[in-house]
């Protein structure tokens, strides 16, 4: 399967596609161009006649850790948004299976959200990093309060602390935890009971229960990044320095300044 991505290796194994994310430019980060290839290959597994689910992995230490913040410009006006690929993942009928291998942070928390079984090595740990470089993240404030619950959600994107896969099995972010030299069969296993299901029955029982799992929209999530606070946490990450964020918070929540 040809995708116009170098950061994705995608194979055949009889009737799975195996896609793993591996960035070899820039390692442990997303490109936007791996983004937007990784919701077609979503599309194009969905009306592979020849393939019947789709499972994701990373390479080395990493599964995904979200896009690179050295590639970030303050330039709003003619940056693009990012067509990430999570809408196709919302809306898919396809059996998705997200097999974590090692660090999985920022969008790689919501590929695991989204995917029907996302199952770890317990090597894996996970993190929501995105305040710290002063960037809203939309979709965790969004999505997290359903799956793990108000507590935990605000305390693992107010923080930005990182949880083990056990932590992250405990809470409910994911759904099985495995010796990492066992995650390739394990990944097998479930994507061998997903396809026991009826396939219509299956993805009508997605289609509502993703009814219940907010989307967001890419270009909520684009001016997330396209903030001053954003534009200085992604240039004190470049430099190397601690960000140099206002002593003030908004009186009230959503407000840039006190009244």
């Known amino acids: 399967m040809e995708l116009g991505s170098t950061g994705l290796r995608v194979e055949r194994r009889r009737r ?18 791996m983004y937007t290839e990784l919701g077609k290959l979503i599309d194009a597994v969905e009306a592979d ?58 969008s790689g928390v919501w590929f695991a ?13 996970f993190r929501l990093p995105e305040l710290r470089l002063g960037v809203a993240a939309p979709w965790s ?57 009826a396939p219509a029955a299956r993805a009508a029982w997605k289609a509502a229960v993703h009814k219940h799992i907010s989307t967001i929209d890419d270009r909520s999530v684009g001016d997330s990044i396209r903030t001053p606070e954003a534009n200085e946490g992604f240039a004190a990450y470049a430099e190397r320095r601690p960000p140099n964020w206002s002593s003030r918070h908004p009186r009230r929540a959503g407000t840039q300044k006190d009244d």
């Open 113 to 125: 959200v989204l995917a029907d079984v996302a199952i770890a090595s317990d090597r894996a740990r």
């Open 141 to 197: 404030s969004a999505i997290l309060p359903a799956v793990v619950g108000l507590a935990w959600a605000k305390d693992l994107a107010l923080t930005s602390r990182s949880i083990s896969a056990a932590e992250a099995l405990e809470i409910g972010l994911i759904s099985r935890v495995v010796a990492h030299d066992e995650l390739a069969d394990a990944a097998e296993r479930v994507v061998a009971e997903l396809l026991e299901a």
């Open 49 to 106: 006649a020849g393939l019947d689910a789709l499972v994701v992995t990373g390479a080395g230490d990493v599964f995904i850790a979200g896009g690179d913040p050295a590639t970030h410009t303050e330039d709003s006006d003619q940056a693009e948004d990012v067509e990430l690929p999570f809408a196709n993942l919302h809306r898919t009928g396809l059996p998705v299976v997200a097999a974590i291998n090692g660090h999985c942070q920022a």
């Open 16 to 33: 799975t596609a195996w896609c793993t994310v591996d960035n070899p430019d820039r390692p442990k980060t997303m490109s936007d161009e």
